[in-house]
C-alpha cells in the first residue's frame, strides 16, 4: 500500500512559478514510477509527466514540455513538479500518482494516488 500526500498549490501570476511535491508513504518508494495528473473545470483529467521508479526517464505532456520539470528524491520518498512559466489554461486540480510498471502511469490508470491539490494561474 501507498499513500501520497502532495503540497498545497496555490495562486500565481501568468508567467510564474510553483513547485509542487509529492510525499509517498512505504519503504518500497524507489520501485515505483509516479506521475504527475491534473484536471480543468469541467475537463477529463488529463496526464502531465511521469518519471520512472529511478528517474531515468522522464516524459511530458505537450502542453507542459519545456515548463514543467518532473524530479525525484527515492532517500526522502518525494518527487517533486516544477513548473515555469505558468499559464492560465494550467489551473487544475494536481493530482499525484504512482505504480510499478511505467506503462501504467502513461496511461494513467494508476494503482495509487494523491488527493489533489488545486493550483490557480491568474491573467
Known amino acids: 500500500q501507498v499513500q501520497l500526500v502532495e503540497s498545497a498549490g496555490g495562486l500565481v501570476q501568468a508567467g510564474g512559478s510553483l513547485r509542487l511535491s509529492c510525499a509517498a508513504s512505504?519503504?518500497?518508494?524507489?520501485?515505483?514510477?509516479m506521475g504527475w495528473f491534473r484536471q480543468a473545470p469541467g475537463k477529463e483529467r488529463e496526464f502531465a509527466a511521469a518519471?520512472?521508479?529511478?528517474?531515468?526517464?522522464?516524459y511530458y505532456a505537450d502542453s507542459v514540455k519545456g515548463r514543467f520539470t518532473l524530479s525525484r528524491d527515492n532517500a526522502k520518498n518525494t518527487v517533486y513538479l516544477q513548473m515555469n512559466s505558468l499559464k492560465p489554461e494550467d489551473t487544475a486540480i494536481y493530482y499525484c500518482?504512482?505504480?510499478?510498471?511505467?506503462?501504467?502511469?502513461?496511461?494513467?490508470?494508476?494503482?495509487?494516488w494523491g488527493q489533489g491539490t488545486q493550483v490557480t494561474v491568474s491573467s
Open positions: 500518482a504512482a505504480d510499478q510498471i511505467y506503462g501504467t502511469v502513461l496511461a494513467g490508470t494508476c494503482a495509487y
Open positions: 512505504g519503504r518500497t518508494f524507489s520501485s515505483y514510477s
Open positions: 518519471i520512472s521508479s529511478s528517474g531515468g526517464d522522464t
